[in-house]
Structures are given as structure tokens and as C-alpha cells.
């Protein structure tokens, strides 16, 4: 079965700082991945996916991510915080199990960016 | 296209009552999951309708039941409700496969 690790379920950076959100993951076949936000009172929107091309994947809002599998990692970065960032994000492993997938999701990390 | 629409928004209930809620996918998607979303469990997978049958369960009891329509349209019913079921449930559509899922914005349950 398929597992999902989020290292900190808070993580506070000041604006204008580096964005580090760490995901491990576990999977006996191969994994797409995914990182989801949401913010208060809304539904989880996709941030970016891992699908088997390149490694290293950018997605919304300047986020990116980079596909270890050595380490089985997927961590989300940025450059640079802004305050908008400020919401909860979750890593999300979908493995497929006969003719579909199943999703299963981290408990999340609460980014916190002050000003 | 228009995303994935989840009504109503908010709801109160009370305990014993039933409730039921609705999710009208993304056009063209069949799949349609749902997702319980709560502060100490997080985020728990609850069943997952493709063309009206349902294709994956999660481990909630039986008071929590659904249904696909036609149209794709899926509702979710929870029966005898216990204050415990307060939660955002969360409501996704994808393809067929069901490898991305897009998520609506949540229907917010409280039950006094």
C-alpha cells in the first residue's frame, strides 16, 4: 500500500524567503505525485503533478517541485515566499490499482509567511 | 470549463438527522470521489462512483452511502448523523482513470 509523509504539519518563513515543504513518499510501483493547497474555507486546488516525464516540475504561483527517486522524495519549494502563500498544503501519492487509481494524501503542512 | 460545483456550501444539522449532498463534476469527467476532511484525521477517502457504480470504498460504516447518476452527478447521503461526521467533505471529479482529481470547494457539515 501506498503511504504519504509530510515532514511538519507547521512551517513559518518570513516574506521573501526561501519556501521548503518536504513530502516523502511509499510506493512498490511506480507513483504519480502531487501537491494540492487549499486555503481556509475552499477545496483543495493542484499546485503541480509528477507523471513520469521530467523530474523537476513547475507548477502555479511560482512553486516547484523535484522528483528524487533515490530518495523518494517530492518536496515543494520556492524562491521566494509572498504572502499569499499562507495556506495548507498536501503531497498526494496516486497509484494504480487495476484499471484505476487510487489517491492518498499527507496530513498536510500549514505554511505560515510573515511579514 | 467550469470546475466542480458542490452544494450546498454550508449546512447544520442535527443529531439523527440525514443529510445529503451534492457534486456535479467537471463536463466530460466520469469519476467522481469523496473526500471527508476533518482537523484530527485530515483528509479520509470515502467512495469513489464511476459510470453509477461504485468503484472503490474507503472504511467509513454504512451510514455513509452514494450514488452516480447518469449525468455524472453524484450525491452523498449520511444517515443518523453523530456529531462526529462535522467535517468539510470534499468532492473531486477526474477521467476515466482517475489519475489527476480536481476538487470542488467543499461542503462545510456541522451537527449539533
Known amino acids: 500500500a501506498q503511504s504519504v509523509t509530510q515532514l511538519g504539519s507547521h512551517v513559518s518563513v518570513s516574506e521573501g524567503a526561501l519556501v521548503l515543504l518536504r513530502c516523502n513518499y511509499s510506493?512498490?510501483?511506480?507513483?504519480?505525485l502531487f501537491w494540492y493547497v487549499q486555503y481556509p474555507n475552499q477545496g483543495l486546488q493542484l499546485l503541480l503533478k509528477?507523471?513520469?516525464?521530467?523530474?523537476l516540475v513547475k507548477g502555479i504561483n511560482g512553486f516547484e517541485a523535484e522528483f528524487k527517486k533515490s530518495e523518494t522524495s517530492f518536496h515543494l519549494t520556492k524562491p521566494s515566499a509572498h504572502m499569499s502563500d499562507a495556506a495548507e498544503y498536501f503531497c498526494?501519492?496516486?497509484?494504480?490499482?487495476?484499471?484505476?487509481?487510487?489517491?492518498?494524501f499527507g496530513k498536510g503542512t500549514l505554511l505560515t509567511v510573515n511579514p | 470549463k467550469a470546475g466542480v460545483t458542490q452544494t450546498p456550501r454550508y449546512l447544520i444539522k442535527t443529531r439523527g438527522q440525514q443529510v445529503t449532498l451534492s457534486c456535479s463534476p467537471i463536463?466530460?469527467?466520469?469519476?467522481v470521489s469523496w473526500y471527508q476532511q476533518t482537523p484530527g484525521q485530515g483528509l479520509q477517502f470515502l467512495f469513489e462512483?464511476?459510470?453509477?457504480?461504485?468503484?472503490n470504498k474507503g472504511n467509513f460504516p454504512g451510514r455513509f452511502s452514494g450514488r452516480q447518476f447518469s449525468n455524472s452527478r453524484s450525491e452523498m447521503n449520511v444517515s443518523t448523523l453523530e456529531l462526529g461526521d462535522s467535517a468539510l467533505y470534499l468532492c473531486?471529479?477526474?477521467?476515466?482513470?482517475?489519475?489527476?482529481?480536481?476538487f470542488g470547494p467543499g461542503t462545510r457539515l456541522t451537527v449539533t
Open positions: 509528477y507523471t513520469s516525464a521530467a523530474t
Open positions: 510506493s512498490s510501483v511506480p507513483p504519480y
Open positions: 462512483y464511476f459510470s453509477e457504480t461504485q468503484r
Open positions: 498526494a501519492v496516486s497509484v494504480k490499482r487495476g484499471s484505476n487509481y487510487k489517491l492518498t
Open positions: 473531486a471529479s477526474s477521467a476515466a482513470t482517475g489519475v489527476e482529481q480536481y
Open positions: 463536463s466530460g469527467h466520469r469519476s
